[in-house]
């Protein structure tokens, strides 16, 4: 990998067996009301963990920045995002450069004008035909701002400068996209074998 592209990791989270979570994703893991859901987490994030080992050789130990977006204290070069949804995955790794990642279960959502309205900029709340128009524009949306750091915080804030935002095929259940606050980034898709 070079600082140019960005790899992104297509993850469907059944096939991610045989890579035990650590001490921290089984307490975080705790929190969640459903097993499904407690299922999903640590699966993502065994399948992270597996996927950054091949770009580094560091402790695999995370931190959190000040937006809340996770890091490697003995690897700052390495810039990662995870999303999961439902029963799909999507791992960005760049870098030197901010990476983030969306991927949406598409489900019916009959608010979907509204919260469009709500909580996608200007430029992108009007005419908004139907969830997938919904879905599309939200996953790139949203990985913009997790590229930026800021999550749904920035949520409605036109973006400024120049981007490379892609939407990522990950079947037609799901929408995905990738950003980067960088114009012409190569976008080199990888799909995630399973166990370590």
């Known amino acids: 990998m070079n600082a140019s592209e960005v790899h992104v990791w297509r993850v469907r989270l059944g096939d991610v067996h045989g890579l035990p979570p650590t ?3 089984t307490a975080r893991a705790a929190h969640f009301r459903f097993p499904q859901h407690r299922d999903q987490y640590l699966r993502s994030h065994a399948a992270l963990r597996a996927i950054l080992r091949g ?3 560091s402790p695999l130990d995370f931190a959190i ?11 700052p070069h390495l810039k990662f995002n ?7 995955a999507l791992v960005g790794v760049a870098l030197h450069t901010e990476v983030g990642v969306d991927v949406e279960h598409i489900r019916p959502l009959s608010d979907y004008a509204a919260m469009a309205e709500r909580f996608f900029p200007a430029s992108e709340a009007a005419d908004v035909l139907d969830e ?3 879905f599309r524009r939200w996953t790139r949306i949203e990985a913009a701002l997790k590229a930026l750091g800021i999550g749904i915080y920035g949520a409605g804030k036109e973006r400024t400068g120049s981007w490379t935002i892609e939407e990522i095929d990950v079947g037609p259940a799901y929408s995905a996209a990738v950003a980067l606050p960088h114009a012409g980034i190569q976008i080199v898709l990888h799909d995630f074998g399973g166990a370590a």
């Open 132 to 134: 997938r128009d919904f």
């Open 23 to 25: 001490a921290g994703e």
């Open 82 to 88: 995870l999303s999961h949804s439902h029963e799909m």
């Open 65 to 75: 920045a000040e937006g809340g977006k996770p890091f490697l204290p003995g690897a």
């Open 55 to 57: 770009y580094t050789e």
